[in-house]
């Protein structure tokens, strides 16, 4: 029975000196990461975090976020990583909606800090990381992330639970209404990193870097994966340098890079040419698909790199990735279900569908989370129980799939747009529109057309050669039905993103 803090325990055993973890300037090697999460697991206990609690860190990436996530695990808690960028109600929302027991946070936002706490009846204590400039006033105890460190043994606590315990919270983004928990046993966890590990061929020698928030599952899985295999992992704190990261990739020997299409969108912008990047054995994406025109320039900005386009959803993990020998066959896709799981299409009626039919995707696997924290309306809309018991998760997205079984993605099923009476999906229009040169972002959506019902909005980021409302128009007609070409372009200099670097819609118009 593997449980989460085990990629840690097991790597520390097997190589000790090794480094796990470079961040903040600094190299940790496992044993180290491995004693301070021990350290701060016996204060967490000692401070009235019990198996089943829920611990909420409140941090930017940092070493002390890495330790925090295992020290929750090893006291038998569940953690839940909150960006760090979070605003107060938000923030408020999600301690009180999990009922955290303990909240890990920057000693810089005492102010903040101490409004939450007196806002969250739940709360047994607190943890603060780095130097206060005034001291955090509570009721209840406030330590110091350095004072565990000093105070507190190395060794590991007695282990608790099993692996049908929860690991973690992550909550969803939200952009439509209050965020929502997705629960992650132990056994979920495990699951989605080992098929992760077995498609991405990791070894020991991978060196990942991450610049993705860790409250963002695809940046706090490059954190578990790299240690469960015992690889060395590179944290940034974010991508808002990116001559900083790749001059982090070159001088650490990087090899395995993740991004999603807005990080690549910039970087196809730059001259790469003052960095050396020859270790790079493998590229990530997910979030959001990379059009087709972007993946063709990620290979040329990348020769030596194998990239792995692949999809997924929180409430999975992983579901798809296109294994990279197919990429040129068919580059609009994104692959074929992970190890160890099965995908097929339904329609509305939950008929299954074939080849060349537009669907909802459903998912079967060990993967399939176990639902909404406290939220049966939600879960049961979105998960079901499947053949033989195993759980199945409706994913909320349509696809075709073609003749060979590889899936395309089409569109939000709430992201549709009817225009004229027909379906357009703004994936298609917006792929399209990638073509044009010097397009770095697009989002295409429906805006109230009294006469059309909705007509088509393109709103894109140009950064390269002048660009003009009616060159784009002219390009749609070439390339796209006319029912699906926009009535309407808009350039700006950005678009909204989520915390996880995905184009937010909610709100554009």
Same mark, same amino acid.
């Given at each position: 029975?593997?449980?989460?803090?085990?990629?840690?325990?097991?790597?520390?055993?097997?190589?000790?000196?090794?480094?796990?973890?470079?961040?903040?300037?600094?190299?940790?090697?496992?044993?180290?990461? @491995?004693?301070?999460?021990?350290?701060?697991?016996?204060?967490?206990?000692?401070?009235?975090?019990?198996?089943?609690?829920?611990?909420?860190?409140?941090?930017?990436?940092?070493?002390?976020?890495?330790?925090?996530?295992?020290?929750?695990?090893?006291?038998?808690?569940?953690?839940? %990583?909150?960006?760090?960028?979070?605003?107060?109600?938000?923030? %408020?929302?999600?301690?009180?909606?999990?009922?955290?027991?303990?909240?890990?946070?920057?000693?810089?936002?005492?102010?903040?800090?101490?409004?939450?706490?007196?806002?969250?009846?739940?709360?047994?204590?607190?943890?603060?990381?780095?130097?206060?400039?005034?001291?955090?006033?509570?009721?209840?105890?406030?330590?110091?992330?350095?004072?565990?460190?000093?105070?507190?043994?190395?060794?590991?606590?007695?282990?608790?639970?099993?692996?049908?315990?929860?690991?973690?919270?992550?909550?969803?983004?939200?952009?439509?209404?209050?965020?929502?928990?997705?629960?992650?046993?132990?056994?979920?966890?495990?699951?989605?990193?080992?098929?992760?590990?077995?498609?991405?061929?990791?070894?020991?020698?991978?060196?990942?870097?991450?610049?993705?928030?860790?409250?963002?599952?695809?940046?706090? *899985?490059?954190?578990?994966?790299?240690?469960?295999?015992?690889?060395?992992?590179?944290?940034?704190?974010?991508?808002?340098?990116?001559?900083?990261?790749?001059?982090?990739?070159?001088?650490?020997?990087?090899?395995?890079?993740?991004?999603?299409?807005?990080?690549?969108?910039?970087?196809?912008?730059?001259?790469?040419?003052?960095?050396?990047?020859?270790?790079?054995? *493998?590229?990530?994406?997910?979030?959001?698909?990379?059009?087709?025109?972007?993946?063709?320039?990620?290979?040329?900005?990348?020769?030596?790199?194998?990239? *792995?386009?692949?999809?997924?959803?929180?409430?999975?993990?992983?579901?798809?990735?296109?294994?990279?020998?197919?990429?040129?066959?068919?580059?609009?896709?994104?692959?074929?279900?992970?190890?160890?799981?099965?995908?097929?299409?339904?329609?509305?009626?939950?008929?299954?569908?074939?080849?060349?039919?537009?669907?909802?995707?459903?998912?079967?696997?060990?993967?399939?989370?176990?639902?909404?924290?406290?939220?049966?309306?939600?879960?049961?809309?979105?998960?079901?129980?499947? @053949?033989?018991?195993?759980?199945?998760? *409706?994913?909320?997205?349509?696809?075709?799939?073609?003749?060979?079984?590889?899936?395309?993605?089409?569109?939000?099923?709430?992201?549709?747009?009817?225009?004229?009476? @027909?379906? %357009?999906?703004?994936?298609?229009?917006?792929?399209?529109?990638?073509?044009?040169?010097?397009?770095?972002?697009?989002?295409?959506?429906?805006?109230?057309?009294?006469?059309?019902?909705?007509?088509?909005?393109?709103?894109?980021?140009?950064?390269?050669?002048?660009?003009?409302?009616?060159?784009?128009?002219?390009?749609?007609?070439?390339?796209?039905?006319?029912?699906?070409?926009?009535?309407?372009?808009?350039?700006?200099?950005?678009?909204?993103?989520?915390?996880?670097?995905?184009?937010?819609?909610?709100?554009?118009?």
């Amino acid at each position: 029975m593997e449980m989460v803090q085990d990629f840690l325990e097991q790597s520390a055993a097997r190589t000790p000196e090794k480094v796990a973890l470079v961040c903040d300037g600094q190299r940790l090697t496992y044993a180290t990461v @491995e004693a301070m999460a021990n350290r701060m697991a016996q204060a967490l206990r000692e401070h009235g975090v019990r198996p089943g609690d829920r611990v909420a860190l409140f941090l930017p990436n940092s070493i002390e976020l890495v330790a925090g996530i295992f020290a929750v695990l090893k006291a038998g808690g569940v953690f839940v %990583v909150v960006n760090s960028t979070t605003k107060r109600d938000k923030l %408020v929302y999600m301690l009180n909606n999990c009922r955290a027991a303990a909240l890990v946070g920057l000693a810089r936002q005492a102010s903040l800090l101490e409004q939450v706490m007196a806002e969250t009846p739940s709360l047994q204590a607190a943890i603060v990381v780095g130097s206060a400039g005034k001291a955090l006033s509570s009721t209840r105890p406030v330590l110091t992330f350095g004072e565990i460190q000093e105070c507190y043994p190395p060794e590991s606590l007695p282990r608790t639970g099993n692996d049908d315990d929860l690991a973690c919270l992550i909550y969803t983004s939200g952009s439509t209404g209050e965020p929502k928990g997705v629960m992650s046993a132990h056994s979920n966890v495990v699951f989605a990193a080992s098929s992760i590990i077995s498609y991405l061929q990791n070894t020991p020698d991978d060196i990942v870097i991450n610049a993705l928030p860790l409250s963002f599952d695809y940046g706090l *899985y490059q954190l578990l994966m790299t240690f469960k295999f015992g690889g060395t992992l590179v944290l940034e704190r974010s991508f808002a340098y990116p001559a900083q990261v790749l001059k982090r990739m070159a001088e650490e020997r990087v090899t395995g890079f993740p991004g999603v299409p807005t990080v690549f969108a910039l970087l196809l912008q730059m001259d790469l040419s003052p960095y050396d990047l020859s270790s790079l054995r *493998y590229i990530t994406n997910t979030a959001a698909a990379l059009p087709p025109s972007h993946i063709l320039q990620i290979r040329e900005k990348f020769p030596q790199a194998t990239l *792995y386009s692949m999809y997924g959803l929180t409430e999975t993990k992983r579901t798809l990735y296109l294994p990279p020998e197919q990429l040129d066959v068919r580059p609009g896709s994104v692959g074929i279900a992970i190890p160890g799981t099965r995908v097929w299409l339904e329609d509305e009626a939950g008929n299954r569908l074939g080849p060349g039919e537009v669907g909802e995707l459903v998912i079967q696997g060990r993967h399939v989370m176990q639902g909404y924290w406290e939220n049966p309306e939600a879960t049961a809309a979105r998960y079901r129980e499947g @053949e033989g018991g195993e759980r199945i998760c *409706y994913s909320g997205d349509l696809f075709r799939m073609d003749e060979e079984g590889y899936f395309y993605f089409v569109s939000r099923k709430d992201d549709i747009i009817k225009s004229r009476g @027909e379906k %357009v999906a703004p994936k298609e229009v917006e792929s399209v529109l990638y073509a044009l040169p010097g397009v770095a972002e697009v989002a295409v959506i429906g805006v109230p057309d009294p006469v059309l019902g909705e007509a088509i909005k393109a709103i894109i980021v140009n950064m390269g050669a002048e660009l003009s409302e009616r060159e784009v128009i002219q390009h749609c007609r070439a390339h796209l039905e006319d029912f699906m070409v926009p009535q309407i372009v808009e350039f700006r200099d950005e678009l909204p993103k989520t915390s996880s670097g995905k184009i937010k819609k909610t709100g554009l118009s």
